[in-house]
């Protein structure tokens, strides 16, 4: 359970690092599940999926993380979008921005 604690408190922000900002393809929405499940499977020296499973319903972590990782980036992402736009000087200079594109062409 510290692994799995440890795991969450100092490799997950490295996982997530950039997720917000970033829109992700399937194949490294994949890879990024990949990498987490290796560390589970490394952590409690299984080797299979039904195993992963029942750690599934045993930690909490796992359960949010490994099942969920689509959703959780899609959230996060929002919630990043959510917060840019509720910016005020973020939306100003996309009025600017905007303003500027009309002027080009």
Known sequence: MISTELLKSYCFPFFFFAVDA????????????????????RIFGCCDKGSLEYINICTSLVVVVVHNIKDLIRKRHCSFIDKMISDVHFSNLLLVYGSNALYRF
């Open 22 to 41: 970033v829109s992700l393809s399937s194949t490294n929405i994949r890879i990024l599940e990949n990498c987490i499940n290796r560390a589970l499977f």
